[in-house]
C-alpha cells in the first residue's frame, strides 16, 4: 500500500478546532430560542448552551452540558451524520446554506475535557443495588455510566475481547484515529462503579434466567450480530466478505501493509457502512472500488455528505443495480452480474437488462439482523420479539419487567451510535425509578 494511502487512513476526516477556530465557529450561533438544533438532537442536547459556554471561553463547562445528556458526545461528534441531523436544521441554512459547525465545537468541548482526565459528575449515594448491562456497545456504555451515577453498582458483560461495540469494530478507522474508541470507554468507566467483563457471551457462557437471579435489573444493548445474506448464487465464494468484518479486521490490524487491498472491489449497499467499506478499500490502496445500490441516489441511507466523500476519494457510485449471482472461477469471485432496476410512477422493478461488474473482491453491505439469544434456561425465548427484534415501551421496558433494552436490538432501533445513547440513557432512568421506588 502506497504511504500516502497509509497517512490517509491515519488522519481525521475532520481535524480537530484550535481555541481560536472554535471561538470564530461559535460567534456565528444565533443562540435560538426553542432552537430546532435541539429537536433534531436525539439526545436532546442544550446545543445553544455548550455553543455560547465555548464562545465565553468555557469549554469544561460546554464539555459538561453535552456529557449530561450524551457521555459518548465524544465519538458522536466525530461519526454521526450532524449534516442530517442538527446541522441540517440550522436556521444558518435559510439564508446562507452554511450551518454552524456544531459536530465539531462538540467535539471540541469534549476533547478538551477527556485530556484532562476529569469526570464532570459525582456519584450519587450507594444505592446497594445491581445491575447487569449486556453489551459495551454505545447504548449498553449509556445505560451503565447513567446507572452508576445515580448510585447503583453495574457489571458490563460483552462478548468480544474489546469494549466498544461497532464503534470500535464498525466505525470507518479514519473517523476514530487515535484508538478514541478504548479512551472514550476508559473515560465512561472512571465514573466508578461499573465493572466490565469481557468474552462472555449470552445464551453461550450465561441466560438471562442467571442475570434475573443475580441483579435486579437487566439492560440489553446487543446490537445486531450477522450481516444479511445477498441470497443469490455464489455467495459462498472466496472473496465475497461481510462490510462489518473487513471494517473490524482493518480497525483491528497492527499493521495495513499485511492488508490486501485487492485490484477491484465490489460494495453492495447504499448505507454508511457501505460508504465506510468502500473509502477504506480506497485509501488501502485497491485500484478500482464500486459501489452498487438497488435504487436511486435518493433513497440511499448514506447522507449527500458520505456520498460525496466517496467520490472525491475515487469510489463510482452506480445506482439501480440489483444484485443477481456472483461469478467466480476456481472457487473465487471474478465479477457479479445484476439486472438494471427502475421506478416510474412508484412501481419499482427490472428492466430486462443485465450487466456484469468485474470484481476480485465483494464487500457486503445490505444491512445487518438481531441474533436471538435472549432465552430463559428453557431455551424459550424470555421477552416479547417483534419484526424480528426486541420489543420495549418508550422507556425502554421489555415484556419482562425485570428486564430493559436499547440501541439496534430493538425493534425500530436505529443505526446510530447517538440513538443507542439516547435508549441507553433513558433505559438508566426507568431503571432507577423503578428500583428505588416506594
Same mark, same amino acid.
Not at 464539555?63 to 436556521?91: D, H, K, S, W
Not at 448505507?271 to 440511499?300: F, K, N, P
Not at 412501481?347 to 435472549?374: H, M, W
Given at each position: 500500500?502506497?504511504?500516502?494511502?497509509?497517512?490517509?487512513?491515519?488522519?481525521?476526516?475532520?481535524?480537530?478546532?484550535?481555541?481560536?477556530?472554535? #471561538?470564530?465557529?461559535?460567534?456565528?450561533?444565533?443562540?435560538?430560542?426553542?432552537?430546532?438544533?435541539?429537536?433534531?438532537?436525539?439526545?436532546?442536547?442544550?446545543? @445553544?448552551?455548550?455553543?455560547?459556554?465555548?464562545?465565553? *471561553?468555557?469549554?469544561?463547562?460546554?464539555?459538561?452540558?453535552?456529557?449530561?445528556?450524551?457521555?459518548?458526545?465524544?465519538?458522536?461528534? %466525530?461519526?454521526? @451524520?450532524?449534516?442530517?441531523?442538527?446541522?441540517? #436544521?440550522?436556521?444558518?441554512?435559510?439564508?446562507?446554506?452554511?450551518?454552524?459547525?456544531?459536530?465539531?465545537?462538540?467535539?471540541?468541548?469534549?476533547?478538551?475535557?477527556?485530556?484532562?482526565?476529569?469526570?464532570?459528575?459525582?456519584?450519587?449515594?450507594?444505592? +446497594?443495588?445491581?445491575?447487569?448491562?449486556?453489551?459495551?456497545?454505545?447504548?449498553?456504555?449509556?445505560?451503565?455510566?447513567?446507572?452508576?451515577?445515580?448510585?447503583?453498582?453495574?457489571?458490563?458483560?460483552?462478548?468480544?475481547?474489546?469494549?466498544?461495540?461497532?464503534?470500535?469494530?464498525?466505525?470507518?478507522?479514519?473517523?476514530?484515529?487515535?484508538?478514541?474508541?478504548?479512551?472514550?470507554?476508559?473515560?465512561?468507566?472512571?465514573?466508578? +462503579?461499573?465493572?466490565?467483563?469481557?468474552?462472555?457471551?449470552?445464551?453461550?457462557?450465561?441466560?438471562?434466567?442467571?442475570?434475573?437471579?443475580?441483579?435486579?435489573?437487566?439492560?440489553?444493548?446487543?446490537?445486531?450480530?450477522?450481516?444479511?445474506?445477498?441470497?443469490?448464487?455464489?455467495?459462498?465464494?472466496?472473496?465475497?466478505?461481510?462490510?462489518?468484518?473487513?471494517?473490524?479486521?482493518? %480497525?483491528?490490524?497492527?499493521?495495513?501493509?499485511?492488508? *490486501?487491498? +485487492?485490484?477491484?472491489?465490489?460494495?453492495?449497499?447504499?448505507?454508511?457502512?457501505?460508504? *465506510?467499506?468502500?473509502?477504506?478499500?480506497?485509501?488501502?490502496?485497491?485500484?478500482?472500488?464500486?459501489?452498487?445500490?438497488?435504487?436511486?441516489?435518493?433513497?440511499?441511507?448514506?447522507?449527500?455528505?458520505?456520498?460525496?466523500?466517496?467520490?472525491?476519494?475515487?469510489?463510482?457510485?452506480?445506482?439501480?443495480?440489483?444484485?443477481?449471482?456472483?461469478? +467466480?472461477?476456481?472457487?473465487?469471485?471474478?465479477?457479479?452480474?445484476?439486472? %438494471?432496476?427502475?421506478?416510474?410512477?412508484?412501481?419499482?422493478?427490472?428492466?430486462?437488462?443485465?450487466?456484469?461488474?468485474?470484481?476480485?473482491?465483494?464487500?457486503?453491505?445490505?444491512?445487518?439482523?438481531?441474533?436471538?439469544?435472549?432465552?430463559?434456561?428453557?431455551?424459550?425465548?424470555?421477552?416479547?420479539?417483534?419484526?424480528?427484534?426486541?420489543?420495549?415501551?418508550?422507556?425502554?421496558?421489555?415484556?419482562?419487567?425485570?428486564?430493559?433494552?436499547?440501541?439496534?436490538?430493538?425493534?425500530?432501533?436505529?443505526?446510530?451510535?447517538?440513538?443507542?445513547?439516547?435508549?441507553?440513557?433513558?433505559?438508566?432512568?426507568?431503571?432507577?425509578?423503578?428500583?428505588?421506588?416506594?
Amino acid at each position: 500500500m502506497a504511504s500516502s494511502s497509509y497517512e490517509q487512513l491515519q488522519q481525521d476526516l475532520h481535524p480537530p478546532l484550535s481555541r481560536h477556530e472554535a #471561538a470564530v465557529e461559535s460567534d456565528r450561533c444565533y443562540f435560538c430560542h426553542d432552537a430546532p438544533c435541539v429537536t433534531a438532537c436525539p439526545t436532546g442536547i442544550d446545543i @445553544p448552551l455548550f455553543i455560547r459556554q465555548i464562545s465565553t *471561553d468555557n469549554p469544561t463547562g460546554s464539555a459538561r452540558t453535552i456529557f449530561n445528556e450524551n457521555i459518548l458526545g465524544g465519538m458522536c461528534a %466525530r461519526v454521526c @451524520p450532524t449534516e442530517t441531523l442538527c446541522e441540517q #436544521a440550522c436556521v444558518r441554512n435559510t439564508a446562507e446554506d452554511n450551518p454552524v459547525r456544531i459536530g465539531e465545537l462538540q467535539r471540541y468541548a469534549t476533547d478538551h475535557l477527556m485530556e484532562t482526565g476529569r469526570q464532570p459528575f459525582e456519584r450519587a449515594p450507594a444505592t +446497594g443495588c445491581k445491575v447487569a448491562v449486556v453489551g459495551a456497545g454505545p447504548a449498553g456504555l449509556a445505560c451503565a455510566h447513567r446507572l452508576a451515577l445515580l448510585g447503583h453498582e453495574v457489571d458490563i458483560f460483552d462478548a468480544r475481547g474489546k469494549p466498544g461495540g461497532l464503534n470500535e469494530y464498525g466505525i470507518a478507522a479514519y473517523k476514530s484515529v487515535n484508538d478514541f474508541a478504548q479512551q472514550e470507554v476508559a473515560y465512561v468507566l472512571s465514573i466508578g +462503579g461499573i465493572t466490565l467483563r469481557q468474552d462472555e457471551v449470552l445464551g453461550t457462557d450465561f441466560v438471562l434466567d442467571d442475570l434475573k437471579r443475580d441483579y435486579q435489573a437487566v439492560f440489553l444493548g446487543l446490537g445486531l450480530g450477522a450481516v444479511n445474506d445477498l441470497g443469490i448464487e455464489g455467495e459462498e465464494l472466496a472473496g465475497v466478505v461481510d462490510a462489518i468484518e473487513f471494517i473490524a479486521e482493518l %480497525r483491528q490490524s497492527q499493521d495495513y501493509a499485511t492488508l *490486501d487491498p +485487492g485490484q477491484r472491489t465490489l460494495v453492495i449497499g447504499g448505507g454508511m457502512t457501505a460508504i *465506510d467499506a468502500a473509502v477504506q478499500s480506497r485509501m488501502l490502496g485497491c485500484e478500482e472500488v464500486t459501489l452498487a445500490y438497488r435504487r436511486g441516489v435518493d433513497r440511499m441511507n448514506a447522507s449527500q455528505f458520505e456520498q460525496d466523500l466517496a467520490k472525491v476519494n475515487g469510489v463510482v457510485i452506480r445506482n439501480w443495480l440489483q444484485p443477481l449471482r456472483v461469478i +467466480g472461477e476456481n472457487g473465487r469471485v471474478t465479477g457479479v452480474e445484476f439486472a %438494471r432496476m427502475s421506478e416510474e410512477e412508484g412501481r419499482y422493478g427490472p428492466t430486462g437488462e443485465t450487466v456484469i461488474l468485474p470484481c476480485d473482491r465483494v464487500l457486503k453491505a445490505i444491512g445487518q439482523q438481531f441474533v436471538n439469544s435472549v432465552a430463559a434456561a428453557d431455551g424459550v425465548t424470555a421477552v416479547e420479539l417483534d419484526a424480528g427484534r426486541i420489543r420495549v415501551d418508550e422507556e425502554g421496558r421489555t415484556s419482562d419487567p425485570q428486564v430493559w433494552a436499547g440501541g439496534d436490538c430493538v425493534t425500530g432501533g436505529e443505526d446510530l451510535t447517538v440513538a443507542a445513547v439516547q435508549d441507553g440513557k433513558l433505559a438508566a432512568e426507568s431503571i432507577h425509578s423503578t428500583l428505588t421506588k416506594g
